[in-house]
């Protein structure tokens, strides 16, 4: 592929964080682009090779899929303690641009949704599903902007390959940026900070959920950790939940910069074990800094954007909480229904009944459904509730 330097300016940048390279199979739709679009901070030819090997799989600038193959450095960024989606972009951007933007990072970060853990119904695997719910508005607030969905394969030399999912619209990437003439795409090495969920070559998958809390502060002795830049982690470096446990443990989770709310994260791997991880609040604080880990009971193998920890019932997004309640009742429901296991066309049915239109709620509309098998290392992907067109990838 001929490549060459584009001028022009670097954009301000909205979003938060991730990186990685990968290979698989898309769609049957498949389709080659050519941007005439700045990239301003990259002189690389590599890199430069990089942005533009990007495919539009859906052919309406709605769903790309680009092959990650740079060094994203993984060790200095965990080793910085960058938490802020700020400076961390900013981290992030001076190790891997090759000169720096003249606008400050400017970043969004949110994550509504509904995920589960199931036995296929066969006896033959296991799976997780997962949507990804979050509204953006336009800036009147009256109404939304459906974002621009990518698939990024990572194969970090020293980590394991996987694919992952950003929503670019926090990244400043709206539907059919890579063509638009205006977007300069110098953010998209940034890329591997900013997954959302993903799945890695052992079938280990993780996603990141919103609670309505104050967002989680721990304050020991450990390199502080951001939410993406530990989804990042653990997409490279765990092969089961309890090595992403553990490994989690070894860092003080910091959700304050990456937004208004608390996150949990949910998980899965391809022996069957599933876990949620929250950051509660302990006695007399108000802050969440307590990790816990809620696995080993049918229960506990779905949720949406209310704590399940015993510990938060009574707080604001504790138990009681309507925050997500009716999808989860629905999800919960039918696994019992189930008997805790589903085919791969009932798991996709249920996020399809669980999935959200646009609506005032900051944390509606269904951006993608994602359904991992996490045996086989595949993903079928569906966009903004679009579920009689699927897509198919796999960690190769």
Known sequence: MKTKHLTGKCLTMAMMGTMAFGTAACSDDDYELSTHNTIECITDANKLAMIHSMKDIDG??????????????????????????EDLFTYVASLLYDQMPSHKVQLNYGAGCSAFAVPRADGIGFLMGRNYDYRHFTPDKKSYVPTAAILVHTAPKDGKKSISMVDGMQMGYRQGFYT?????????????YAALDGINEDGFAIGVLALNERPTTQEGNNT???????????????????????????????????????????MADATGDYAIVEYTIPAQDSIPRTMEVLTGNDTLRCVTNFYVSPTMVGTQDGWG????????????????????????????????????????????????????????????????????????????
């Open 60 to 85: 309406a600038g709605r769903l790309y899929e680009i092959n990650y193959t740079e060094d994203y450095k993984l060790d200095a960024v965990l080793q910085s303690g960058k938490t802020t989606t």
């Open 224 to 266: 502080k950790i951001s939410t993406t830049v530990a989804i990042r982690m653990l997409l490279d470096r765990a092969s089961t939940v309890k090595e992403a446990v553990e490994m989690l443990r070894g860092y003080d989770m910091d959700m304050n910069g990456t937004g208004h709310s608390n996150y949990h994260f949910f």
């Open 321 to 396: 909480s309507n925050h997500g309640k009716a999808r989860y009742e629905t999800i919960r429901n039918t696994l019992l229904y189930k008997n805790y296991t589903l085919k791969e066309d009932e798991a996709m049915s249920l996020l399809k009944a669980v999935s959200q239109p646009p609506t005032l709620e900051l944390t509606s509309q269904t951006q993608w459904s994602s359904l991992y098998n996490l045996t086989e290392r595949t993903l079928r992907l569906t966009i903004l509730r679009e579920y009689a067109r699927e897509f198919n990838f796999k960690v190769e």
């Open 180 to 192: 638009d003439g205006s977007s300069d795409l110098s953010m998209l090495m940034g890329l591997p």
